[in-house]
Each structure stands twice: as C-alpha cells, then as structure tokens.
C-alpha cells in the first residue's frame, strides 16, 4: 500500500516538476484557474482518458456539456463538433486548438477540420463556451475546444500504449523523455490503422512529434514543437439510402473515394520574464499541408420531379436494396468518373502577449494583452480522372454536375485540370482584458478583441460556362478555360465581453458574462465560381450566460448554467455537396438558443475517508435552438453569373406544387434537445478500476424545415434519439505497467448518426478493445 502512494507521489512529481510555462493556455492545469474563467468551462482530465481510452476526439467531446457530434468517417478523422445549437459540420464554428495554438489547414479560409489532434498525446482537453474566449479566435460562436499535449517527464521515461480490437483495430504510441539540467524534451511516435465499421473504410494515421523545453536562466525559456501527421483513409461524403440502410448499415458504395493528408508543423515560444508580476510570451508558428480528396462520381435512382431515374450510361456499379420493388431514391449509381479535390495549404504568423499583475487606487489587476499576425496561402484545384475499372467498362469522364456546361460539351480526355485557384489571406487580431479584484470576493473582468480579415482570391482556371461557348472562348470539347482573376474581401469586426465572479466560498465561485462570438466568411461563402466578392458580412453570436461552479465538498463538486444567445447574419448556402457551380450564398436570419447545462461529481467513498474512489457522475444539457427569421425567396447565381430565385430549402413540394414554408420558430437541424451522460467509476487502492457509463442523445432534426417522414433517398427525416453503454475495466500496477480492455456501444447499436452529406451516415457500431501499457 505504501508502495502504491509513493509510486503516486513519485509520478506526480515527475509531471509537475520542469519547467517555466510553456506558452499561451486556455485554462491551466491547476483546478484553481477555473475560478479565473467567467464563462461555463469544462475539462476532460486524464483519468478519463487513460480509463475510457478514447479512440478518436469526438468519442471524448460528446460527454461535454452543450455538445453536438456527428460521425462521419470510422476514426473521427473529420471531426462535427458544435456547442449550444451551432453547426457541427466539419467543426466550421468551433475553434480547435492544440496547446493554444490554431490547427485547422486554413482557420480563416477554409476552417473545416479536416485535420485534428490526435486523441492519443493529450493529457486534458480543455473546453469553454463563455467570456474567456475573447482572447481567442476566429470562430468562437460554437466554443473553444483546447488539446493539451503531454509534458516532457522529469527522469528518463520510455512510455508505450498499445491497443488493438474489432474491425482491425491497431493502435501503438510511444515516447520517450527526459529532462537533464536545464532542458527537458520528448519525442513521440504514433501509428494507427483499421477496417472501419463500414465496407471500404480502411484507415491509418502515422504521427511524430518532438517537443524540447529549454530554461536558458530565471528570466527566459524557449519551447519548441515539431510535428508531422500523414493519414491515408477510404473516407467518403456518401451515405445510404433508405432502403439500403435497413438492408445492411454497414454497405459503402463509395469504394475509390481516399483522402489523403500529409501536414508538417513548426511552433516555437519564447516567455520572458521582465519582472515579477510582467511576463512576455512570443509564439511563432507555421504549418504545411497537403489534402488529397478522390470521390466517386455517383447518382441517386431519384429525379428531381420525384420519379425513377435510370442508371446513366457511364455506371460502373449499382446499389439496391433489392432486384424489384425499389422506391425511387433506394438506389444508388456509382459512375466511372471521380473527382478529386487538390488542395495545398501553408499557414504561418506570431503572436505575443503580455501578462502583468499590478495595483491602481487600491484594486488589484491581472490583465491580458495581446497581438497577432496570421497569413494563409492556400491553392484548390479539381480535377477529373478516370476510375479504376476492374470489370472492363468503356470509362468516360463525365462530369457530375452537368448544369455546369448545359451538355454542351463532354471532355476528350480522361485525366484533366477543371479550375484552380489561389487563395491569400492576411489577418490582424488584437485582444486585452483586465481581471479586477474589486473586493476580497468579488472580480470584474472586461475585456475586447478585435479581428481584422483580408481575402484575396486569384482564379487562373475555371468551369466554362455558355457564354464561353456562345462567344467561342473554348473549344467544343473543352469544360474549362484559363483565364485569370481576382478580386478582395475585407472583413473587421470589434468583440467585447464582460464577466463578474464571486467567491461565494474558496473553491466555489457565482460566475455571470456576455460577450460577442463571430465567424468570418470563408472563401467558400465569400466568392463566387468565378472569383468575385459576394460581400457577405460575418456571422456574429451574442452570449449571456451565469451560473455557479467549483467544489462545495471535498466529495461533491458542480456546475450549474443557464445561457441565451442570439445568433444573426447566418450565412445559409443550399448547395449540394460536391457541386462546384456555387449555388449563392446570403446573409439570411438569425436564432435563438436557451438553455441549461449540468456537471455533478460525487464521491462517496470520499465521505467516508476510503481508500477507494467510486465517483459518480452527472451531465446533463437541455437546449432550445429555434430559427426567429424567415427568407421565401433565397437567391442564387449560375456559373454564368445569373442570379436566380431558389425554391429550396424554403420550399417543400406536394403534389408537384411548391408551397412556402415559413420557418420560423422550426428548430435548427443536428441540435439534439437532451443530452444525458451518466457514469461510475470505481478505482481501489491496489490498482483496479472499472467504469460504466450511460449516454443519450436526444432525436434530431436533419432539416430546417424540421421534416418529420424519412425520404427514400435518407437526406432528410428525424434522427432518431439513440442510448449507448460504453464500459472499461483495468489494472495500474505500481510498478508502471497496466493492462485494460474498453468496450463501445456494447450493445452494438446500429444508428443513425446523421444524414450529411448526402444520405444516411451510421454511428460507429461496437467496437472492443484490449491494451497494455508500460513505463520504463
């Protein structure tokens, strides 16, 4: 037993031990940085993570309170993850980062996750919703999510994870670290593969990381960080039909889709102590990356007036449910052609900050004030190839999107180049706030930032259009054309906030803010097709929030808020996945989210002075996200440049009739009105532990106009509310070993997850896993 404690003792020190603060943090790693946070805030510790032994960032998100996730590939390699009713899709309004640092290929042009951190190397995740994220940015409308990164141990450490299980599952990490006189680093190496629990989801993930720490005297300390992720995954946009879902969830017609992502990055901290109560903090950092996408060209057996569509000539493949009785939109074609969706990204910039403590006319100040300069240049190209075809068909590569060139026109070649175009991006922030300590209890902290945004789109191919054919621009055969040019986009917006504390005892504190969230558009909102500026203003939240967090025993910690924030200028943009005509974007709307969230920990064995730990857990969030505007006549703009009035998404057909739908009050798609996680843990003192845990998710809508029947062709319809048990069970040994095995979804429930992109995409079925670890 008392080897047990020291052998505690013994690794805490080694965690806590070297060196001066590694840079910017979110929260901190102490229980007692909470209090300085005036907003909800949420961490996910590393007794979670080394108990449940998460398999990708989402499986451990979805517990925390107000989120929404949706699954979409069989790693969480593309991440949905939204807070409070904002959009999960590809995380586009959650700013993600990784030890304060931004790690999105494109956060201001492009911000879908395409990248996120690996589960694996973090020891906490950190989340806030409220105040705090004024000094972050950009898109903090649905929360900040913060990935903490291990820290070099104090003695010479070798440390392996090795995880294998069902749908060939392998996972291995291994570090090592160590820290001599005034240095400390670690290097890191992890590698990842499996089947998926679909057909044709094969995956693997291959990462290094190296991370040194130096102390160069009292007063300056410079980290530097090294990373390089290259991941391979058959990670496809397509779902299934109705039909085909019932029939086996597990089919993927999208057998040639592959995305491939190989992304290097630099950052290097300096901190620099110019006094005692005066610290500089400088971070550089820079990032490369290359995103490969080839998606399968496909149909659906479903004409736009709703009857039968025969397979296209070029159709390599057919999925149906069955031989006959198919409804329209129970099949699926797959084509002979695929696209691929090239894209480079280089992204660099510094920021520093200046923290400082001081007195003025008796009040004490903690303030925060920083800058930073962020650039981006990023290059997308599509190109058109032929598909691997093994059963001997003629292949003709013939674009999807056929409205583009009105079939005037099919390409003579198999492998061509469809448009290109660079993008440039310069951003400015600059953000201050003051924490106030007004009396011995309570603290008042104003703060503002400021966002400066500049958009440069320079097109050198695109899409022909009939104009280009009317004028004789191209050739007859021809689908693009060069042809160069640019246009800009400046966005500035100005965000400020407020919070107030109150320690109503040492460890728990009253806590009530507001503050201004914004999402700048993104190139994908911002331009047209053909390069020109659609002007569109930036999203903005406005958030108010209060509540009351902290410890009010020594077994029996809370956190209790109630929110309300006003989402306007949502830029709405009705175009398929995969059509790269640009149905127009717009400024249209704005909502409405009210609701309530709850964190409740107890321990009994606390109560009772035990040896043992069984906490109990509680988190619970109840929502209300409603859309208050209404826009009858969306408008578009053809590859021509014509504008257009759209009937969708405002419009539903009956009896091939369309009927205005005012969607006002409806609510907002992907936000599930309860969510419930609830779990057990039991851990003894000779190194045993178990976990049970319970999680619901409440139904959803796909829709805004909130359709109720599920359409053959699975796009729309509820998602049906869903129960999952997870489970664990290990062995901590004292002498730095430790065996476990996770069970997911235990039940092997098969789920809807979502119905973006296109058709029904299941939530991941069960999955067990057995691991080892060891420390040398």
Same mark, same amino acid.
């Given at each position: 037993?008392?080897?047990?404690?020291?052998?505690?003792?013994?690794?805490?020190?080694?965690?806590?031990?070297?060196?001066?603060?590694?840079?910017?943090?979110?929260?901190?790693?102490?229980?007692?940085?909470?209090?300085?946070?005036?907003?909800?805030?949420?961490?996910?510790?590393?007794?979670?993570?080394?108990?449940?032994?998460?398999?990708?960032?989402?499986?451990?998100?979805?517990?925390?309170?107000?989120?929404?996730?949706?699954?979409?590939?069989?790693?969480?390699?593309?991440?949905?993850?939204?807070?409070?009713?904002?959009?999960?899709?590809?995380?586009?309004?959650?700013?993600?980062? =990784?030890?304060?640092?931004?790690?999105?290929?494109?956060?201001?042009?492009?911000?879908?996750?395409?990248?996120?951190?690996?589960?694996?190397?973090?020891?906490?995740?950190?989340?806030?919703?409220?105040?705090?994220?004024?000094?972050?940015?950009?898109?903090?409308?649905?929360?900040?999510?913060?990935?903490?990164?291990?820290?070099?141990?104090?003695?010479?450490?070798?440390?392996?994870? +090795?995880?294998?299980?069902?749908?060939?599952?392998?996972?291995?990490?291994?570090?090592?670290?160590?820290? @001599?006189?005034?240095?400390? @680093?670690?290097?890191?190496?992890?590698?990842?593969?499996?089947?998926?629990?679909?057909?044709?989801?094969?995956?693997?993930?291959?990462?290094?990381?190296?991370?040194?720490?130096?102390?160069?005297?009292?007063?300056?300390?410079?980290?530097?960080?090294?990373?390089?992720?290259?991941?391979?995954?058959?990670?496809?946009?397509?779902?299934?039909?109705?039909?085909?879902?019932?029939?086996?969830?597990?089919?993927?017609?999208?057998?040639?889709?592959?995305?491939?992502?190989?992304?290097?990055?630099?950052?290097?901290?300096?901190?620099?102590?110019?006094?005692?109560?005066?610290?500089?903090?400088?971070?550089?950092?820079?990032?490369?990356?290359?995103?490969?996408?080839?998606?399968?060209?496909?149909?659906?057996?479903?004409?736009?007036?709703?009857?039968?569509?025969?397979?296209?000539?070029?159709?390599?493949?057919?999925?149906?449910?069955?031989?006959?009785?198919?409804?329209?939109?129970?099949?699926?074609?797959?084509?002979?052609?695929?696209?691929?969706?090239?894209?480079?990204?280089?992204?660099?910039?510094?920021?520093?900050?200046? =923290?400082?403590?001081?007195?003025?006319? &008796?009040?004490?100040?903690?303030?925060?004030?920083?800058?930073?300069?962020?650039?981006?240049?990023?290059?997308?190209?599509?190109?058109?190839?032929?598909?691997?075809?093994?059963?001997?068909?003629?292949?003709?590569?013939?674009?999807?999107? =056929?409205?583009?060139?009105?079939?005037?026109?099919?390409?003579?070649?198999?492998?061509?180049?469809?448009?290109?175009?660079?993008?440039?991006?310069?951003?400015?922030?600059?953000? @201050?706030?003051?924490?106030?300590?007004?009396?011995?209890?309570?603290?008042?902290?104003?703060?503002?930032?400021?966002?400066?945004?500049?958009?440069?789109?320079?097109?050198?191919?695109?899409?022909?259009?009939?104009?280009?054919?009317?004028?004789?621009?191209?050739?007859?055969?021809?689908?693009?054309?060069?042809?160069?040019?640019?246009?800009?986009?400046?966005?500035?917006?100005?965000?400020?906030?407020?919070?107030?504390?109150?320690?109503?005892?040492?460890?728990?504190?009253?806590?009530?803010?507001?503050?201004?969230? @914004?999402?700048?558009?993104?190139?994908?909102?911002?331009?047209?097709?053909?390069?020109?500026?659609?002007?569109?203003?930036?999203?903005?939240?406005?958030?108010?929030?209060? &509540?009351?967090?902290?410890?009010?025993?020594?077994?029996?910690?809370?956190?209790?808020?109630?929110?309300?924030?006003?989402?306007?200028?949502?830029?709405?943009?009705?175009?398929?996945?995969?059509?790269? +005509?640009?149905?127009?974007?717009?400024?249209?709307?704005?909502?409405?989210?009210?609701?309530?969230?709850?964190?409740?920990?107890?321990?009994?064995?606390?109560?009772?002075?035990?040896?043992?730990?069984?906490?109990?857990?509680?988190?619970?969030?109840?929502?209300?996200?409603?859309?208050?505007?209404?826009?009858?006549?969306?408008?578009?703009?053809?590859?021509?440049?014509?504008?257009?009035?759209?009937?969708?998404?405002?419009?539903?057909?009956?009896?091939?009739?369309?009927?205005?739908?005012?969607?006002?009050?409806?609510?907002?798609?992907?936000?599930?009105?309860?969510?419930?996680?609830?779990?057990?843990?039991?851990?003894?003192?000779?190194?045993?532990?178990?976990?049970?845990?319970?999680?619901?998710?409440?139904?959803?809508?796909?829709?805004?106009?909130?359709?109720?029947?599920?359409?053959?062709?699975?796009?729309?319809?509820?998602?049906?509310?869903?129960?999952?048990?997870?489970?664990?069970?290990?062995?901590?040994?004292?002498?730095?070993?430790?065996?476990?095995? +996770?069970?997911? +979804?235990?039940?092997?429930?098969?789920?809807?997850?979502?119905?973006?992109?296109?058709?029904?995409?299941?939530?991941?079925?069960?999955?067990?896993?057995?691991?080892?670890?060891?420390?040398?």
């Amino acid at each position: 037993m008392n080897k047990k404690i020291l052998s505690q003792n013994v690794s805490e020190e080694k965690e806590s031990k070297p060196t001066k603060n590694e840079g910017i943090h979110v929260i901190g790693n102490k229980k007692e940085d909470l209090k300085k946070i005036p907003g909800s805030a949420y961490i996910i510790d590393k007794k979670y993570l080394e108990e449940a032994s998460p398999t990708d960032p989402m499986e451990a998100l979805r517990r925390a309170p107000g989120a929404s996730v949706r699954f979409q590939d069989a790693a969480g390699l593309t991440p949905n993850i939204g807070f409070r009713g904002v959009s999960n899709e590809e995380s586009r309004k959650t700013l993600i980062l =990784e030890d304060g640092i931004l790690t999105s290929l494109s956060p201001y042009g492009q911000p879908e996750s395409y990248y996120s951190p690996s589960i694996e190397r973090m020891e906490r995740i950190e989340i806030i919703k409220g105040s705090g994220s004024i000094l972050f940015g950009p898109n903090t409308i649905g929360g900040i999510v913060n990935f903490v990164t291990k820290r070099p141990p104090a003695e010479s450490t070798f440390y392996t994870k +090795n995880v294998g299980g069902e749908n060939g599952y392998l996972s291995t990490y291994n570090s090592y670290g160590k820290s @001599f006189g005034s240095s400390a @680093f670690e290097v890191s190496l992890l590698r990842k593969q499996g089947n998926g629990f679909r057909n044709y989801q094969n995956f693997d993930v291959t990462e290094g990381n190296i991370k040194w720490i130096q102390d160069w005297n009292e007063n300056h300390s410079t980290t530097i960080k090294l990373g390089y992720h290259l991941q391979n995954a058959q990670s496809t946009y397509l779902g299934l039909s109705q039909g085909l879902f019932r029939l086996d969830p597990k089919i993927n017609p999208a057998e040639f889709d592959e995305k491939k992502l190989n992304r290097n990055q630099t950052i290097i901290s300096h901190n620099w102590k110019l006094a005692e109560d005066h610290t500089l903090i400088i971070r550089g950092y820079f990032s490369q990356a290359e995103r490969n996408w080839a998606r399968q060209d496909f149909l659906s057996g479903k004409s736009n007036s709703g009857g039968y569509l025969n397979a296209p000539l070029d159709t390599l493949r057919t999925y149906s449910p069955g031989i006959i009785g198919n409804r329209p939109g129970d099949a699926i074609y797959m084509r002979e052609s695929y696209t691929s969706r090239d894209q480079s990204f280089m992204v660099g910039g510094i920021e520093t900050k200046l =923290e400082s403590k001081f007195s003025t006319l &008796g009040l004490k100040h903690e303030t925060d004030l920083g800058v930073r300069l962020h650039g981006e240049n990023n290059l997308t190209q599509t190109n058109l190839k032929k598909t691997d075809d093994p059963l001997g068909y003629l292949s003709k590569a013939i674009i999807q999107e =056929e409205s583009l060139i009105n079939n005037l026109a099919q390409p003579s070649l198999p492998n061509f180049n469809l448009n290109r175009q660079e993008r440039k991006i310069e951003a400015f922030a600059a953000y @201050f706030q003051d924490r106030i300590q007004l009396s011995e209890n309570w603290k008042l902290i104003p703060g503002v930032r400021y966002e400066e945004v500049r958009q440069k789109a320079i097109t050198t191919r695109r899409q022909a259009t009939a104009e280009d054919y009317r004028l004789g621009a191209v050739l007859p055969n021809d689908v693009s054309v060069n042809r160069r040019s640019s246009s800009e986009s400046r966005t500035h917006i100005i965000l400020p906030g407020l919070g107030i504390t109150y320690d109503i005892t040492k460890k728990f504190i009253w806590f009530s803010g507001a503050h201004k969230g @914004f999402s700048p558009p993104t190139f994908g909102t911002s331009f047209s097709p053909q390069g020109n500026d659609y002007r569109l203003k930036p999203e903005t939240s406005t958030n108010y929030e209060t &509540g009351v967090r902290g410890d009010l025993t020594s077994y029996l910690y809370t956190e209790l808020v109630g929110y309300k924030m006003y989402f306007r200028d949502q830029i709405i943009n009705v175009n398929e996945v995969g059509g790269e +005509n640009g149905i127009r974007p717009a400024n249209t709307g704005y909502s409405t989210h009210t609701g309530g969230e709850a964190v409740i920990v107890w321990d009994p064995a606390k109560m009772q002075k035990s040896e043992w730990r069984v906490p109990i857990e509680l988190i619970y969030s109840r929502i209300e996200a409603k859309s208050r505007s209404f826009n009858p006549f969306p408008v578009s703009q053809t590859s021509d440049g014509k504008e257009i009035i759209e009937f969708l998404p405002a419009y539903t057909i009956n009896n091939y009739q369309y009927l205005p739908t005012d969607t006002t009050g409806n609510y907002l798609p992907y936000v599930p009105k309860e969510t419930i996680t609830t779990a057990i843990s039991v851990s003894s003192p000779q190194g045993y532990y178990g976990r049970l845990e319970y999680q619901y998710f409440g139904k959803q809508y796909s829709d805004l106009l909130n359709t109720k029947d599920e359409s053959e062709d699975g796009n729309k319809g509820i998602i049906p509310k869903v129960e999952l048990w997870n489970t664990s069970l290990g062995y901590r040994s004292p002498d730095k070993w430790s065996v476990f095995i +996770n069970a997911k +979804n235990i039940q092997d429930k098969q789920y809807v997850s979502g119905r973006l992109p296109t058709g029904i995409q299941p939530g991941p079925f069960r999955q067990i896993n057995v691991g080892f670890t060891l420390e040398l």
